[in-house]
């Protein structure tokens, strides 16, 4: 099998070409995948949600490091099941190899740093002592868009940096050339990479507004758009 690395540069160069209209062929597809096992995707985001608010929950900001540090670990089990889903008709959680593993453990650690972004531009917005209270699990009096705003400002970051996990877990790629490669896609491919981001900025930034439903139901029908546009973009 052709490896990306090999063909980094002509996949950047060819993926310049796509228009934006691709995303909504990638929605298309990636709807046709969910609905291969609706309810046991749901399921599995329910979990995933649930098992990161529980660790946050835990203690203060400590626990919200570590549920930061775990969110991808949790996202990348979600990649896992759906490329089951996609390749095997069977939504299994088996798969990867004990070095690719440990390297979603590292990457994950990106987690945490975004995270700090992200609160870095909602003290700008609602100010430190607000934010503060947030990390610490309090229920402060802000408006509910200011909140979304910051929760959804890791979208440009997250977006480039999308399929770092599928590379890791599903191509055995070292975390540097994970890196390198995604942000040559999605910057090669940015007409329909911003429809993508676009869609992921919603399903976060509206959580506050449907208290985490928005993640919870279309988050796993974005994710399986995502896996459909890896494997147009890294075939």
Not at 59 to 79: E, Y
Request: charged share 10%; hydrophobic share 55%; with cysteine.
């Amino acid at each position: 099998m052709t490896t990306v690395t090999s063909t980094r540069a002509t996949y950047h160069q060819a993926n310049k070409s796509l228009p934006a209209k691709e995303a909504f062929i990638w929605l298309k597809e990636g709807w046709q995948l969910f609905i291969k096992a609706p309810f046991k995707l749901l399921g599995l985001s329910f979990v995933t949600l649930f098992a990161a608010g529980l660790i946050q929950a835990l203690a203060g900001p400590i626990g919200l490091g570590i549920s930061k540090w775990v969110g991808p670990l949790l996202a990348t089990v979600m990649w896992l099941a759906i490329a089951n889903l996609a390749e095997n008709n069977k939504l299994r959680l088996s798969g990867g190899t004990l070095r690719s593993w440990t390297n979603v453990a590292l990457w994950s650690l990106t987690g945490p740093v975004i995270a700090w972004i992200q609160f870095q531009i909602g003290a700008m917005l609602m100010g430190a002592d607000s934010v503060a209270a947030l990390a610490n699990g309090v229920v402060v009096d802000v408006p509910a868009w200011k909140v979304g705003l910051m929760m959804g400002s890791a979208t440009p970051i997250n977006l480039l940096l999308l399929f770092v996990p599928m590379l890791l877990i599903l191509k055995h790629r070292s975390i540097p050339a994970s890196f390198t490669n995604s942000i040559a896609v999605v910057v090669g491919a940015y007409k329909p990479m911003l429809i993508i981001g676009a869609m992921i900025f919603l399903t976060v930034a509206l959580a506050p507004y449907t208290f985490a439903l928005s993640g919870l139901v279309f988050g796993p029908i974005v994710s399986c758009m995502c896996f459909v546009a890896y494997q147009r973009l890294f075939r």
